[in-house]
């Protein structure tokens, strides 16, 4: 049955928002929703403004260039960009090299937000671990968080492998843990110390 444009499958759940626009349905046939192709049996679901929000995909499906896998959903924003796929393969997205399996968060304006590594590599001059932990970028592009997989000086500050670095969004380092002693701003710290910084780059907390 064709509902609001949309070919719903006989006996699949359909919804309805409160001001009667089609809330959800399964397809009953392959259908362009909104610029995107979606296969038969793919689940949408629509804003109370009739706005694609997600669909659960039957099979692996490439959208706006991304590889998304079956049984997951693919959400988008109000413009019909992507917001949140889960990769069918590795993909490099944005220059990283994203797993296969990982979800894949972007921003508003379509800018990577956050992935997993499928290995070690090199992000903005940083060595970057992979890992089960996502590493996340700013909506400028700069890096947000991330693991190193080699100690590294970082604006001065000895940074350790294997733990999480954070940045402001102008590139200011915020968050580290120390890999040796290390006299900062006038105060001697032992190695393995959390130290924490303020936008201006001043030690808030050790």
Do not use: M
Not at 7 to 34: V, Y
Not at 154 to 173: H, P, Y
Not at 188 to 203: D, I, S, W
Request: one cysteine or more; aromatic letters at 6%.
């Amino acid at each position: 049955q064709e509902i609001q444009g949309i070919f719903c499958a006989k006996g699949s759940g359909i919804n309805f928002h409160e001001n009667g626009k089609l809330a959800g349905a399964d397809l009953s046939e392959d259908q362009k929703i909104q610029g995107i192709t979606f296969a038969k049996g793919t689940g949408v679901g629509f804003d109370k403004n009739g706005k694609l929000w997600g669909a659960h995909l039957p099979e692996d499906q490439e959208i706006q260039g991304i590889c998304c896998a079956k049984d997951t959903w693919a959400q988008f924003n109000e413009n019909g960009k992507l917001t949140r796929i889960t990769l069918s393969e590795e993909q490099v997205i944005e220059g990283i090299i994203c797993s296969k399996g990982t979800v894949v968060e972007f921003h508003e304006n379509g800018k990577l937000k956050q992935a997993t590594l499928s290995d070690n590599q090199e992000i903005q001059g940083l060595p970057c671990t992979k890992g089960v932990n996502p590493t996340e970028f700013y909506e400028n592009g700069r890096l947000k968080r991330a693991e190193l997989s080699e100690n590294q000086e970082i604006q001065g500050i000895c940074c350790a492998k294997d733990r999480v670095i954070e940045f402001s969004e102008d590139g200011t380092l915020v968050t580290a843990i120390l890999s040796e002693d290390q006299t900062i701003q006038g105060i001697n710290l032992k190695e393995r110390t959390l130290v924490n910084f303020n936008n201006n780059g001043k030690l808030s907390s050790a």
